[in-house]
């Protein structure tokens, strides 16, 4: 992600600070417990829109 951030020009280098230090953060919450009962990463969209399709299914299925 630095790398990406610093090769792109885009951001001087208290932005990119502040980006990594949230993606860390972020990052920490994500590996730890959490309160949802189902994670989606956003990889790509299509992908991402499937595996909630597939959520949302799984939750319907006890009141069917």
Same mark, same amino acid.
């Given at each position: 992600? /630095?790398? /990406?951030?610093?090769? /792109?020009? @885009? &951001? &001087? *280098? &208290?932005?990119?600070?502040?980006?990594?230090?949230? #993606?860390?953060?972020?990052?920490?919450?994500?590996?730890?417990? @959490?309160? #949802?009962?189902?994670?989606?990463?956003?990889?790509?969209? $299509?992908? *991402?829109? $499937?595996?909630?399709?597939?959520?949302? *299914?799984? $939750? /319907?299925?006890?009141?069917?």
């Amino acid at each position: 992600l /630095r790398d /990406r951030l610093v090769n /792109r020009g @885009t &951001d &001087d *280098a &208290d932005v990119v600070q502040r980006r990594l230090k949230r #993606a860390e953060v972020e990052f920490e919450i994500l590996s730890g417990p @959490t309160l #949802a009962d189902h994670k989606v990463v956003n990889d790509g969209l $299509e992908q *991402a829109v $499937e595996a909630v399709r597939e959520i949302i *299914a799984k $939750e /319907r299925e006890p009141y069917k």
